[in-house]
Nanobody, 128 residues
Framework: QVQLVESGGGEVQAGDSLRLSCAAS????????IGWFRQAPGKDREFVAL????????YYLASVKGRFTISKEFATDTIDLQVNNLKPEDTAVYYC?????????????????????WGQGTQVTVSS
């Protein structure tokens, strides 16, 4: 079992920044991939970024690359998502999730269905 808890969301103005954190506990294996997803009202859950714990490589949704950065923070033992230059269209509930089957599958995944464990989400609201 893996437990995930997100924090750091809030209400900001366009152009502002936030730092979202994901605290993971439980049986975290070295080949786990941690992903950040978001879901806006009335829309499907959308992949945003992922980090492979095995080698710290990162992958991003094209529209956030250059504005969002996912990283492993060793001081806090969290997987953080730094979100800069926020836009109103970034408004959503942001979730972190753990994919523990990536090594068996042989590939990373941007599909929410491949992530077995999820946090409760943190709301990000960006006003113009």
């Amino acid at each position: 079992q893996v437990q995930l808890v997100e924090s750091g969301g809030g209400e900001v103005q366009a152009g502002d920044s936030l730092r979202l954190s994901c605290a993971a506990s439980g049986h975290i294996i070295s080949t786990t991939n941690i992903g950040w997803f978001r879901q806006a009202p009335g829309k499907d859950r959308e992949f945003v970024a992922l980090l492979r714990l095995s080698d710290l490589s990162t992958y991003y949704l094209a529209s956030v690359k250059g504005r969002f950065t996912i990283s492993k923070e060793f001081a806090t033992d969290t997987i953080d998502l730094q979100v800069n230059n926020l836009k109103p269209e970034d408004t959503a509930v942001y979730y972190c999730a753990a994919d523990v089957d990536g090594n068996r599958r042989g590939t990373i995944s941007r599909l929410s269905g491949d992530y077995r464990y999820w946090g409760q989400g943190t709301q990000v609201t960006v006003s113009s």
